[in-house]
């Protein structure tokens, strides 16, 4: 079975830190370009930071804070979160695409409040 799962998510206070994760099976993280988005209630969905090809890009709300790595050993992808804000409380979800897919996760909770 091919899926993503995330985890890492949690209640932080602003300031904090978290660092998310996201898992796959079924399939090679490696051979795809991978995506972080977040969704806050009554927002749009946005994308937060992608990596493809060793190119890495971020939004202009995380730029300096978030950081995007991959660990093939594990077959993951971290999402590495410093500095978190309010702004930051969503459902992260990553997203895999390339030869097959795309293929989303359930997303997992990031709540930033004091």
Known sequence: QLQLVESGGGLVQPGGSL???CAASGFTLDD??????????????????????????YADSVKGRFTISRDNAKNTVS???????????AVYTC????????????????????
């Open 79 to 89: 999402l590495q979160m410093n500095n978190l804000n309010v702004e930051d409380t």
């Open 95 to 114: 997203n895999a695409w390339g030869s097959s897919g795309p293929y989303w996760g359930q997303g997992t909770q990031v709540t930033v409040s004091s």
């Open 32 to 57: 795809y370009g991978i995506g972080w988005f977040r969704q806050a209630p009554g927002k749009e969905r946005e994308g937060v930071s992608c990596i493809t090809r060793g190119v890495i890009t």
């Open 19 to 21: 660092r998310l994760s």
